[in-house]
């Protein structure tokens, strides 16, 4: 079920049969001259909304509505990035969950596509918990990050598909998905270098210096529609399985 094409009886009546809610969150950033600015938050959610189809004839999943701009300052050099500030982009989290928590979704399962937002997720789910910890009570929910790519099987997948320039920021992984969903969206871009530098992440004008067309060691123009289908396709098995484990989590009594 989507949570966004549902009337509120129907998620009423959801919640008698399951408790766990995905939420695809991104980001909308440069991705290089191959690469959409919404890839970050097209991959989790093509990932998301093709497992919930598939779950449709079993157990239904409930797909929350994309959280679609996340913490991208070091990309704010190049046109079109949105990006919050890790303080808002952390209340805007904890409102997330607390608003599906007051219904009764008590397994909240973020399912990533931007490595940037990783750290601030992390930092959001410990103020939620705070909460609690002081006040010597135990929170009711259990919130939980999950990267697409670390999804079961995804990583060997990609490290075989991609064994030279993958990269790590506008990768052929990545923009394969994007692709694979979108095909009348394929950019052909000679890119030069093929493979360009990696390096750290500090501020968006020395992104820009060190990065100059926003690719970080990645060779954009490996990805293909056909490997970006097989990357959703066991991707898409991960996710379900992942979140089965997921939702049958239990916190000690
Ligand atoms: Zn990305």
């Not at 079993?58 to 919050?84: D, K, R, V, W, Y």
Request: some cysteine; charged content about 15%; overall charge negative.
């Amino acid at each position: 079920m989507r949570l966004a094409y549902s009337t509120w009886p129907e998620i009423t009546a959801f919640l008698n049969t399951s408790k766990t809610v995905i939420i695809p969150i991104g980001s909308n950033e440069q991705h290089g001259p191959m690469g959409l600015l919404g890839t970050d938050w097209m991959c989790p959610e093509i990932i998301a909304t093709a497992a919930e189809k598939v779950a449709q004839g079993s157990e239904a999943l409930m797909l929350a509505p994309t959280f679609n701009i996340g913490m991208a300052q070091h990309h704010l050099g190049f046109a079109g990035t949105i990006s919050l500030r890790p303080s808002t982009f952390m209340a805007a989290i904890e409102d997330w969950v607390l608003s599906l928590a007051r219904h009764g979704f008590d397994h909240i399962y973020f399912l990533n596509g931007h490595g940037g937002n990783i750290a601030t997720i992390e930092a959001a789910f410990s103020q939620i918990y705070s909460h609690y910890s002081y006040n010597n009570k135990t929170c009711p929910l259990t919130l939980r990050l999950k990267n697409w790519w670390d999804l079961p099987g995804v990583a060997s997948l990609c490290h075989g598909m991609f064994p030279v320039g993958h990269g790590s920021h506008a990768t052929p992984s990545e923009i394969a998905v994007t692709y694979a969903a979108y095909p009348d969206q394929v950019r052909e871009v000679e890119l030069t270098p093929k493979i360009p530098p990696t390096g750290p992440i500090l501020d968006a004008l020395d992104y820009r210096a060190r990065f100059p067309d926003g690719r970080i060691g990645a060779d954009s123009s490996l990805a293909t529609i056909e490997l970006g289908q097989q990357i959703i396709d066991t991707a898409v098995a991960g996710l379900l399985s992942d979140i089965k484990l997921f939702s049958a989590e239990q916190k000690p009594a």
